[in-house]
Nanobody, 120 residues
Framework: QVQLVESGGGLVQPGGSLRLSCAAS????????MGWYRQAPGKQRELVAA???????NYADSVKGRFTISRDNAKNTVYLQMNSLKPEDTAVYYC??????????????WGQGTEVTVSS
């Protein structure tokens, strides 16, 4: 059993900040890449940011310079610090992780999503 649980979403005004967290739990041998995706109403899910086990990161052009992804390997947790939020950032944000389990191998897991609404 492996579970990803996101937290930290909510309502924030334009220009504000929000910090999302995603904690993985269960029978985990290791975690490779972790990332944040988002899906806005009427749009496809898109990659927001990703981070490797070694800490290398990449971002969607739309959030570069405003968002920062980080991880705490000891806690099996990934974070997304979102600053200078815009209404266009409104979406459900999903955590994704490639998790390795002994014998079973690796696969991608998804969190349930946390809603972020940027509005005045």
């Amino acid at each position: 059993q492996v579970q990803l649980v996101e937290s930290g979403g909510g309502l924030v005004q334009p220009g504000g900040s929000l910090r999302l967290s995603c904690a993985a739990s269960g029978s985990i041998f290791s975690i490779n890449a972790m990332g944040w995706y988002r899906q806005a109403p009427g749009k496809q899910r898109e990659l927001v940011a990703a981070i490797t086990s070694g800490g290398s990161t990449n971002y969607a052009d739309s959030v570069k310079g405003r968002f920062t992804i980080s991880r705490d390997n000891a806690k099996n947790t990934v974070y997304l610090q979102m600053n200078s939020l815009k209404p266009e950032d409104t979406a459900v944000y999903y955590c994704n992780a490639e998790i390795v389990r002994i014998v079973i191998g690796s696969r991608n897991y998804w969190g349930q999503g946390t809603e972020v609404t940027v509005s005045s």
